[in-house]
């Protein structure tokens, strides 16, 4: 079956480390994105990406960063520089930028202690 | 500034009555608009867009109504159930201006349907 997947669903990480948050689809989809989730507020966008090796900054960028090395993958990690890092954060992906059915992964769980 | 406002966090309805949760929005460039399902823990499943050049569109016990000219939608769900409990958002996009087709979401409205 085609999907999206992240993993881990639960994350727990010390306060100042890196964490990466991983995000993989089989849909053949080009367009991936991460959003965050937290209570009241929605889902924001931090990062998006049209295709393979490029990538946009979303609303809620600083202190996180992504790559996309291959179409598949689109992992994003949280850095130190991230002042509010425990939230829910959701990846998605899209057959393309403007084509508007996306895809969301169940989510992982990030808590800073 | 919220583009997209659901300005009910939360509605409680009894099970076969209908459920409608409403959503406002400021941008009038937006011409596509969607509701999304999501259940504690997971991710947001797709449930009904509707193009701006539609005033209602339909799927099942699920209605959208776009009133252009308020910048206002809505969804109604005929007749709820208690599995239809669960946060919806209204998401909302524009082709051509600021969110360079990406989605911009509001905060949610959590729908209880009470048996």
């Known amino acids: 079956d085609g999907g999206i997947t992240q993993s881990p669903k639960y994350l727990f990480r010390k306060e100042g480390q890196n964490v990466t948050l991983s995000c993989e689809q089989n849909?053949?989809?080009?367009?991936m994105y991460w959003y965050r989730q937290d209570p009241g507020q929605g889902l924001r966008l931090i990062y998006y990406?049209?295709?393979?090796?490029?990538?946009q900054k979303g609303d809620i960028a600083e202190g996180y960063s992504v790559s996309r090395e291959k179409k598949e993958s689109f992992p994003l990690t949280v850095t130190s520089a991230q002042k509010n890092p425990t939230a829910f954060y959701l990846c998605?992906?899209?057959?393309?930028?403007?084509?508007?059915?996306?895809?969301f992964g169940s989510g992982t769980r990030l808590t800073v202690v | 500034d919220q583009q997209v406002k659901q300005n009910s966090p939360s509605l409680s309805v009894q099970e076969g009555r209908i459920s409608i949760l409403n959503c406002d929005y400021t941008?009038?460039?937006?011409?596509?608009f969607l509701w999304y399902k999501k259940y504690p823990a997971e991710g947001p499943t797709f449930l009904i867009s509707?193009?701006?050049?539609?005033d209602k569109n339909e799927d099942g016990r699920f209605t959208v109504f776009l009133n252009k000219s308020a910048k206002h939608l809505s969804l109604h769900i005929v007749p709820s159930q208690p599995g239809d409990s669960a946060v919806y958002f209204c998401?909302?996009?524009?082709?051509?201006?600021?969110?360079?087709?990406?989605?911009?979401f509001g905060k949610g409205t959590k729908l209880s349907v009470k048996p």
């Open positions: 998401a909302a996009s524009d082709m051509y201006g600021g969110s360079q087709g990406n989605l911009i």
């Open positions: 941008n009038s460039m937006f011409d596509y």
């Open positions: 509707i193009s701006s050049i539609k």
């Open positions: 990406s049209q295709i393979v090796n490029d990538f």
């Open positions: 849909l053949n989809h080009d367009a």
């Open positions: 998605a992906s899209s057959p393309g930028l403007r084509v508007y059915g996306y895809t």
